[in-house]
């Protein structure tokens, strides 16, 4: 698209954007709020003149998320979405309700490039990353569709955030200010399957964010069959980056970690997991496998995964067990996608 992308600007940008169309400082201001809060249409601007909005209309685009798909879970309430972006690309969103008020799992990238051999976002590989504008979408669009405020952001949906670094970046900026959606920077995780050179430049911006590592093993045999990124960035690596960004940052970090039948599940691997960790301020998020049918991977029973996780904490390590939401309408990451696309419902997955 040869126009420009206006919501992925901050206020500084605005500001010299309009300086160019000869317009006064404030308007940055004014525009911005609208941007960000959600208007994705210049008209509806009614404090900016409408010899603006139409210069406006000509040079730049609102991203917009359009709903192709929406799933509401009879169990518990649990929105799941599958959002068409400009260029008929497609990604997934979840809106799950808690006692602290309302989360959004949101998607950084159309695919995913890590090849997680669990996870149904990366099985296509990865088509693109999302703007910042892109990444605010999802939460406007999923707030105004169910007249909610979100107060929780969790970057744990479609895609790597860290292998889409300066977007992800400029997105916490963007939904942190107080002109914008205001959401604390306290009350966002990001989600990454380890990519340490990006863990090591995230650590100098010091976000007091939430930093979520996908472990899913307690060393490198295991998880390099699992995961791609430990064959460039082994287990001992990723955990000496976590805690540099520790001392840089003094958040504690959390640890996923997907339970697998028989592969990761074992007395001795929650032993060495909690060997590994120690010394660590971190909280391990024990997560049944999900079923995906592009694998054979099967979740422990209950006993099992509840063995695992007392055996941690006898070791010194904080666990739980997350909770299972949406599980009658595939809010795992990507499932959704799949289905969209082999029924060609957004535009450019019927090509791809």
């Not at 139409?54 to 979405?81: Q, R, W």
């Not at 929780?152 to 889409?164: S, T, W």
């Not at 090591?200 to 990124?229: G, Q």
């Not at 391990?284 to 979740?299: D, G, R």
Request: contains cysteine; proline residues 3%.
């Amino acid at each position: 698209m040869d126009k420009i992308d206006i919501r992925s600007m901050d206020e500084n940008e605005l500001i010299g954007f309009l300086n160019e169309l000869s317009q006064p400082k404030f308007r940055a201001n004014q525009l911005f709020k609208w941007l960000q809060q959600g208007i994705d249409d210049f008209d509806e601007m009614t404090n900016i003149p409408k010899n603006l909005r139409d210069i406006l209309k000509e040079k730049c685009y609102i991203a917009k998320a359009e709903i192709v798909k929406k799933f509401v879970s009879k169990i518990d309430g649990t929105v799941k979405y599958v959002f068409e972006l400009f260029d008929g690309e497609c990604v997934e969103s979840v809106v799950m309700k808690y006692e602290h008020g309302y989360t959004i799992c949101i998607s950084t990238q159309v695919g995913c490039r890590m090849g997680c051999s669990f996870c149904a976002s990366g099985i296509d590989g990865l088509y693109r990353n999302l703007t910042p504008s892109e990444m605010l979408a999802q939460i406007t669009t999923a707030q105004r569709d169910n007249n909610i405020r979100i107060s929780n952001v969790v970057m744990m949906g479609m895609g790597e955030p860290l292998d889409n670094f300066d977007n992800s970046v400029k997105f916490l900026k963007l939904v942190s200010n107080d002109n914008g959606l205001n959401i604390g920077l306290r009350h966002i995780s990001l989600s990454t399957s380890g990519v340490v050179s990006r863990i090591k430049d995230l650590k100098d911006y010091n976000f007091p964010i939430t930093l979520s590592i996908s472990l899913h093993a307690p060393n490198d045999e295991i998880r390099s069959s699992m995961m791609r990124v430990n064959k460039k960035w082994g287990v001992d690596e990723l955990l000496s980056a976590c805690r540099e960004y520790q001392k840089v940052t003094a958040r504690r970090i959390s640890f996923e970690y997907a339970l697998i039948e028989n592969v990761n599940d074992s007395d001795a691997c929650a032993d060495e997991l909690a060997k590994r960790l120690r010394g660590i301020m971190c909280h391990v998020n024990l997560i049944p496998a999900n079923p995906v049918k592009e694998n054979s991977f099967k979740k422990p029973d209950m006993n099992r995964i509840i063995h695992f996780k007392e055996r941690l904490i006898k070791n010194g390590i904080n666990a739980t067990v997350r909770r299972t939401l949406g599980a009658d309408i595939d809010a795992s990451c990507g499932q959704l996608r799949r289905k969209v696309k082999e029924e060609n419902v957004c535009e450019n997955l019927q090509s791809n």
